[in-house]
Nanobody
């Protein structure tokens, strides 16, 4: 059974930090590109960050570049994806989703991803 389970969301003040994790299991996610997206009510789900299968390549939305760091740990049965978020801003408030894709397709395009987690709420107070 394929599972992507996010954790680590919560409420923090602006300028603070949070660390999100996503545990992916049930497929060979060590060969997948994995990403983080976020969504606020009434808006489309937007790209935040992505990381290549071996962690050598990382990509970030302009809005989070320099503040967020994406990494991964390819263990044998479970891949753990991490998003370290710092200097958080109220506009970072959203539900954050991890996702995985195996086929070609732009890393920033949510339509390219096959598997999704259930999301974790991040709220930044001003």
């Amino acid at each position: 059974q394929v599972r992507l389970v996010e954790s680590g969301g919560g409420l923090v003040q602006a300028g603070g930090s949070l660390r999100l994790s996503c545990a992916a299991s049930g497929r060979t996610f060590s060969s997948a590109t994995m990403g983080w997206f976020r969504q606020v009510p009434g808006k489309e789900r937007e790209f935040v960050s992505a990381i290549g299968w071996n962690g050598a390549e990382t990509y970030y939305a302009e809005s989070v570049k320099g503040r967020f760091t994406c990494s991964r740990d390819n263990a044998e049965n479970t891949v753990t994806l991490t998003l370290q978020m710092s200097n958080l801003k109220p506009e970072d408030t959203a539900v954050y989703y991890c996702a995985a894709k195996f086929a070609f397709g732009p890393y920033w395009n949510r339509e390219a991803y096959h598997y999704w987690g259930q999301g974790t709420q991040v709220t930044i107070s001003s």
